[in-house]
């Protein structure tokens, strides 16, 4: 069987990328990206990880602009870009100009200004800012004030659930180089959000105080003008690594915690059908339940025969409909009576309340529901010798919003989507480097009650800040999307790799990574949206060989590999049956050198054996020898290695 493209086997999609325009003046450097700023530079060190002028629609999803009029002047101590972009659907457009200057002497402007003809509905239009927090969580920060008032600050250490800064008109910080930042935002009011609540690896300083109404009409000849200008000084440092990336298992952790997949009722037949699924070996299933959705004994009971199909343990996963206490206790006793009714062997229980998978914003009222901690004692009682969990059944953002009564739980649980605010590969890659602080934070949270993580993937289960999640029909990259294409992709499978050594070696009771089939998948099977070229040959996708290869090493004691969560790689290791196992993954399409310590035998999953994994749901058990030399990681590519005794 012939492999596919490589943007198939990276992305699961042909989608193209244009490459960014690198932007130079002097010390400063910027890459230019559909019409915004990333990866800020002074003399090498990243001091913003973007400026961004954004066009959002009223469901918090972000416009891909159409540019036109791109025009690139570079001279040896300065750059200018100037264009015109327009962002529209079928139902309205939102028309702006946008002008970037760059100098040699560390001045950085975007300035924004646009309009609408015919008035334009929207959650947010104009800048958003975004500070990266490797070396800056924690540090200090001068902020002024739209009065001119200057006051001492930090950045978040804890992830704040809240805005940690509010009344922005410039910021003032000092990178791990000694640079100096001084950023000033001129055209409204901005503020700040701890983007890591969504797993993104930044503070987020945005135009427009969420405590005004959402969303909001810009009216025909009311426009927005805005600019940004950035002051950097300093020398700056960075420091560059061009060595191999040294596997050294460490000192022992804890034990593997287990791995499950995630089911929904409109999954059920294709998984009934991929017999792939009984060699995945997941340790649980969580079954979602809503019955706002008609779920009832039927879907229950369907959903159990997988489970026990592929040899999972079935927890349930419930949405209360009634928001009265009286009414959700009713609701959650009928619920476990139907549970009897069928004998489900549910060994644990998750409850949310539907209200609680909507976002409120800060400062807004919750909406009713009922008493959390009643509804948790009500599910106790209606599933006796259950363990009873709960949190939210959306992001991390809403947990830490709206924390529950750990002490009437045995379970504190929350999901996570690397693409609630921007679809692009290397937004999506980068929140590996906000999960350490996840961790700390939920930590924090849940005290010595136990946490769980998941069903989480690269596409969002739901729309919290919106009516729903975006449908996929062109195969794109895209925020928000349910049908994201690089869950068939290598991309999903290092992002899955790296999710699980994060969460696991973080702590969490439990990790649960996608689905068996449907959008969320490890298994190819008849869908109603697009799959290319699995369409045509079928099979596993490679993230099914990472989640079996680290489903079977349960109970197993982990060990530390010692990288930043910035590495090129990302890796797990633990003492497996046959000794030290590693599984490492390039985190990125360039090739990236590891050196393996020691002798052994490995597996690699590329581009160029793609289609030999697809169709062998063992492919990863096949092992060659490793002499324990340098090797190299193809783009995305994954390695199993089994070290030598």
Request: glycine share 10%; hydrophobic share 40%.
């Amino acid at each position: 069987m012939q492999n596919p493209s490589r943007a198939i086997a990276f992305y699961g999609t042909e989608e193209p990328v244009p490459p960014p325009r690198m932007l130079r003046a002097g010390k400063l450097s910027a890459e230019l990206e559909a019409g915004n700023l990333r990866y800020i530079r002074w003399n090498g060190e990243e001091v913003l990880r973007a400026v961004s002028f954004i066009v959002r629609d009223k469901d918090w999803g972000t416009y891909n602009p159409v540019i036109s009029d791109l025009e690139i002047t570079e001279a040896r101590d300065s750059f200018r870009v100037t264009l015109h972009a327009v962002a529209a659907d079928a139902e309205q457009s939102f028309a702006y100009d946008a002008v970037i200057e760059g100098h040699a002497d560390g001045r950085l402007t975007f300035a924004g200004k646009g309009a609408t003809q015919a008035g334009f509905l929207t959650n947010r239009t104009g800048f958003v800012i975004l500070h990266p927090i490797e070396g800056v969580a924690g540090a200090a920060v001068t902020i002024e004030h739209t009065d001119g008032r200057l006051i001492d600050g930090h950045f978040p250490e804890i992830i704040d659930p809240l805005q940690p800064m509010m009344d922005l008109r410039a910021l003032t910080h000092r990178t791990p180089g000694r640079v100096e930042v001084h950023t000033l935002m001129e055209g409204d009011t901005y503020e700040m959000e701890d983007q890591r609540n969504w797993t993104d690896a930044s503070y987020k300083t945005y135009v427009r105080p969420l405590a005004k109404p959402w969303p909001y009409r810009i009216a025909p000849g009311h426009g927005v003008d805005q600019r940004v200008t950035i002051t950097l000084s300093g020398e700056g440092s960075v420091k560059v690594d061009d060595g191999p990336v040294d596997l050294n298992p460490g000192a022992a952790t804890g034990p593997v915690p287990p791995l499950g997949i995630g089911l929904r009722p409109e999954d059920v037949a294709t998984s009934a059908d991929a017999t792939a699924l009984r060699a995945l070996g997941p340790a649980h299933a969580v079954l979602h339940h809503d019955p706002r959705a008609d779920h009832g004994k039927e879907t229950l009971a369907a959903m159990l025969d997988v489970a026990g199909d592929i040899g999972a343990e079935p927890w349930l996963e419930a949405v209360v409909a009634r928001t009265d206490d009286l009414g959700a206790r009713a609701e959650v006793q009928a619920l476990g009576a139907l549970a009897a009714d069928i004998d489900a062997p549910f060994t644990t229980v998750l409850v949310s309340p539907a209200p609680d998978l909507k976002c409120t914003l800060p400062g807004s009222v919750w909406p009713e529901a009922p008493d959390a901690s009643a509804l948790y004692d009500a599910a106790r009682a209606a599933f006796p010798g259950t363990r009873i969990g709960g949190g939210m059944f959306s992001y991390f953002t809403e947990l830490n919003r709206k924390r529950p009564p750990v002490d009437h739980l045995d379970l504190v649980s929350f999901t996570t989507s690397p693409m609630v605010h921007a679809g692009d590969d290397r937004s999506v890659m980068e929140t590996r480097e906000a999960h350490p602080a996840i961790v700390k934070s939920v930590s924090a949270i849940a005290g010595h009650t136990p946490w769980a993580v998941g069903p989480s993937a690269i596409g969002v289960r739901d729309n919290p800040y919106g009516a729903a999640a975006k449908s996929n029909p062109d195969n794109i990259r895209q925020a928000m999307n349910w049908n994201d294409p690089r869950q068939r992709g290598l991309l999903g499978a290092v992002w899955a790799l790296g999710y699980f050594a994060h969460f696991a070696s973080g702590g969490a009771a439990a990790v649960t990574l996608g689905a068996g089939t449907g959008p969320f998948g490890v298994v190819s099977a008849p869908a109603d949206f697009p799959r290319p070229w699995f369409e045509d040959h079928g099979g596993v996708y490679p993230v099914f060989h990472v989640l079996r290869g680290l489903s079977r090493l349960r109970g197993a004691t982990m060990r530390a590999l010692d990288f930043a969560a910035s590495a090129p790689v990302v890796g797990f290791a633990a003492d497996g049956e046959m000794g030290v196992e590693i599984w490492v993954g390039n985190a990125g399409p360039d090739p990236v050198r590891i050196a393996v310590p020691g002798a052994g035998r490995h597996a690699l999953l590329d581009a160029e054996h793609f289609a030999a994994a697809a169709e062998a749901p063992d492919y990863m058990d096949h092992l060659s020898p490793v002499d324990g030399s340098r090797a190299t990681l193809d783009g995305f590519a994954i390695s199993r290695i089994l070290l030598e005794a």
